[in-house]
């Protein structure tokens, strides 16, 4: 071999090995870097993927160590891509929990094969597997909490929520820490936590199923003790009950209206959900068989009226910078009655609905009060400026009705509303005179007065009942055989918010009202206001075309003349009136059409610059740069 060969095969040589060491290191270091936790910018306004501080805070006041335990089937060839990815982003945040926990937290990652003590273990916690074929190994994805002897699972961790997925691990977390429950009452007219079918011989026809409890009230099952109090025979809350939930206070007698009044006195807090046309008391199968099931309204009468609230308890308030997309009969609709609430009618300043971006109210009435010497009140929910108050009978008639009667009132309407400070008994002679106790009306009287002064209290109002009702605030969802529930609104913020700071509890505040990165399309909701301006105008103009058309009907029916003539001046008016009332609807159509090309239009030009505007802009950062380097030469 001479020496020019013998040069290039040791070149050849010392290439192939240069060449395999470096394939060495790219493969060790992608293994390296894959082991550690990926470094994130968080650039989305809130931080919505960094550790919010009350996350940070519950972490600190451990007393005990926690284990978190994930269960993921990682071994499972044919998991789905999305569970895959979601699976990482869960376990990312649970290492984000460790590392930030300061030792106060364990990370533990189990894969549950077939038959493993991974698997028992899994399901002796509550972690549910689902196959997802046919015959298949059941997969797993859920994480558990322990500290000590206690424990408590997420069965399933669902894609769908990851919005949810760091309060849902910090809830888990604080249940863990606190498995003493504080004690909540529910008080209410509509079976909220539930109810069981009357025997069948007690009711005509076939027997309903039972009702669960409402979805909301579920989910406060898990983090509080929640003591059903049945508004018929309740006379006196119970003293470990530090607040009470009033839901649809319908034609509660004078003991249980005594009995919340006395609660309040002694400083108890109240969350209260009245109604002044409430759609789901109608649906109540039980009410419905005995002939009963109409729409009706609940208040607390004169505790408001002691308390310098006023509610009318016949009027739904409207508003057309508020309206809700609404299917009807005639297909889906903007509807001025169901309201839904964006920021700009949103309390920015009060912790219970400083992050919340959008609240839905179906029917909603409104609530008036003003400072006292004391008594604060604040304003959580209100309407726009343009909004109004209509019957219930207008309201749930809806169309042209409403539109007619709609007549601004110049100044936004009270929705929600908080009272702190001082509260006046509605009851100074005491008990009612019908309590089978009989005490002592003068002892009572003072006993009231004495309860004034021992302290604050807080009330909070919300003057709709339905928004908290399932099919207004949630969706269902199944994930691996577990029911999971998804957010339609701010609707479940507002009321999980509000029990939280009225039972000292704030930490998980934050969490829950960051859950969201809510945007409405303001362009398009302006579009949407100005044709339901637009449209009410042109019902304003029918409607008097229809007024001018029967008084000269009337006027001609009165005449004396009963010739043919009148009879041609009558037709000819009728025929004119259609005419008319066809233009106007003709003209609604165009209407409706324009803002659908205006809609589409919008749509085209925001697609558009998202596609072109970073080529547009790389394209001008290397013209500049490619000019700053020719003056330079």
Partial sequence: MTMNEQSTLQKVIGGTTGLIALLAILVAGNYVIRQQRVAKLDLTD????????????????????VTLMFFYSSSYA????????????????????????????????YDPEPDSDAEELAQKLGIMGQSTEMFGPPV????????????????????????????????????????????????GGLPVMGMQAPPMGMMPGQRPRNQPAWILFQELMQDYDLK?????????????????????????????????????????????????????????PYESMMGGGQKSSSTLGKLLTAWGVTFEADKVVADMKSTTRVQSENGVDDTPVWLSIRTNGLNRSDIIT???????????????????????????????????????????????????????????????????????????????????????AVDLAAAAVKGLTEGQSTVVLVAD????????????MDFLGAKNYQPKNDNYKLFYNTIEQLTGSTELMELRSRGRLYRPYDKVVALHEKAMNLRQEEVMKLEEELKKTQTRLQELQNSKDKSQRRFND????????????????????????????????????????????????????????????ISRR
């Fill in 228 to 284: 059903d109090l049945p508004a018929a025979t309740t006379e006196e809350i119970p003293p470990e009950v530090k607040l009470l939930i009033v839901v649809h206070p319908k034609n509660f007698s004078e003991k249980t209206l005594f009995a919340i009044d006395q609660f309040v006195l002694r400083g108890g807090r109240l969350l209260t959900f009245m109604d002044p046309l409430c759609l789901i008391d109608s649906s109540n």
């Fill in 78 to 109: 044919k998991m789905p891509s999305q569970v895959k990815t979601y699976a990482k982003e869960v376990e990312d945040l649970l290492k984000e929990y460790a590392s930030v926990s300061r030792g106060k937290i364990k990370l533990e990652k």
């Fill in 465 to 476: 009942v339905d928004m908290i009702y399932d099919s207004f605030c949630m969706d269902t």
């Fill in 354 to 440: 400083v992050n919340m971006n959008a609240i839905m109210l179906p029917l909603a009435g409104a609530l008036s009060a003003a400072d006292t010497k004391d008594l604060k009140v604040t304003p959580l929910i209100k309407s726009s400026e343009t909004a109004c108050t209509v019957n219930g009978f207008t309201a749930q008639m809806g169309g042209q009705m409403l539109l007619t009667s709609f007549k601004s009132a110049g100044t936004p309407f009270n929705l929600a509303i908080k009272l702190h400070g001082k509260f006046k008994t509605a009851f100074p002679e005491g008990k009612p005179k019908d309590d089978p106790q009989g005490t002592n």
């Fill in 140 to 187: 797993y994805l859920g994480v558990a909490a322990r500290m000590g002897k206690d424990d408590v699972a997420i069965p399933a961790l669902d894609p769908r929520q990851e919005e949810l997925l760091e309060y849902n691990v910090t809830r888990l977390i604080n249940r863990v820490a606190h498995p003493e429950k504080p004690v909540v009452g529910v008080l």
């Fill in 570 to 629: 009558q037709k000819k008016l009728v025929s004119e009136f259609k005419l008319k009332e066809l233009e106007i609807k003709k003209r609604q159509k165009a209407v409706n059409k324009e803002l659908r090309r205006e809609i589409e239009n919008l749509g085209v030009l925001v697609k558009g610059s998202n596609i072109l505007l970073m080529p547009l802009l790389v394209i001008c950062i290397g013209v500049g740069f490619g000019l700053y380097r």
């Fill in 46 to 65: 809130g931080k919505l993927y960094t550790l919010s501080a009350g996350t940070r805070k519950i972490i600190s006041n451990l007393d005990n160590e």
